[in-house]
């Protein structure tokens, strides 16, 4: 199993720009998670999803959209990059969405707007 | 509302010497798990721990639940270079029923002089 996969590992854009992160996971999980990291800080949930076609926003969700047409692929967009959007995004799932439930994470993308 | 606090938010340490890091949280925890990051690294789930008073051990890292399920520590016996990183020990933000988010703070970076 490769686990969780992110694309593309690192990007630049210009403010104004409009990108996707790609996720994908092979474990079969129906519950997937995108969150953001700025340096020296913990994690912040921007969106979820607990299966195939259902997402919720997290802590900090304005200025991304996702979508989750299949089990295994939950892409997050950016429309318009702005710099407070330079981070590490990471992507993670789980089996359940319950406490104590491990979660997997993928290796993250880091993202410059300049 | 529940906080859970963890400290130190930085230590270092020669190597060889012990290390412990502390999360105290204002309620009581249903459970707390424990992740590592490694330096441009992505988290990875190390333990959970649920019961009160539970001790857990991984090695030279031994995992602990206080008796009123409020605390956690982690403690590295005599610490490696290659214990340099990151460790989170996220709680469960419940809103209702079983639905919840992983909090993850800052964390408490370790860095191992050798």
């Known amino acids: 199993n490769a686990g969780v996969t992110q694309t593309p590992k690192f990007r630049i854009l210009k403010i104004g720009q409009s990108m996707t992160l790609q996720c994908t996971q092979d474990m079969n999980h129906n519950y997937m998670y995108w969150y953001r990291q700025d340096p020296g800080m913990g994690l912040k949930l921007i969106y979820y999803?607990?299966?195939?076609?259902?997402?919720d926003k997290g802590e900090v969700p304005n200025g991304y959209n996702v979508s989750r047409s299949t089990t295994e692929d939950f892409p997050l967009r950016l429309e318009l990059a702005a710099p407070s959007q330079t981070s590490v995004y990471f992507c993670a799932s789980s089996y359940y969405r319950t406490s104590g439930n491990e979660q997997f994470f993928g290796p993250g993308t880091r993202l410059t707007v300049l | 509302g529940q906080q859970v606090m963890q400290i130190p938010q930085y230590q270092h340490v020669q190597e060889g010497e012990d290390f412990t890091t502390y999360c105290n949280s204002s309620?009581?925890?249903?459970?707390i798990q424990w992740y590592k990051q490694r330096p441009g690294g992505h988290p990875v789930f190390l333990i959970q721990?649920?019961?009160?008073?539970e001790v857990k051990k991984q090695k030279r890292l031994t995992f602990q639940f206080g008796e009123a399920k409020k605390n956690s520590s982690l403690h590295i016996t005599a610490t490696q270079t290659t214990d340099v990183g990151t460790y989170f020990c996220?709680?469960?933000?419940?809103?209702?029923?079983?639905?919840?988010?992983?909090?993850f703070g800052k964390g408490t970076k370790l860095s191992v002089k050798p």
């Open positions: 999803s607990v299966g195939a076609g259902i997402t």
């Open positions: 309620t009581t925890l249903s459970n």
């Open positions: 721990l649920v019961k009160s008073g």
């Open positions: 996220p709680w469960w933000k419940a809103y209702g029923g079983s639905q919840g988010n992983l909090i």
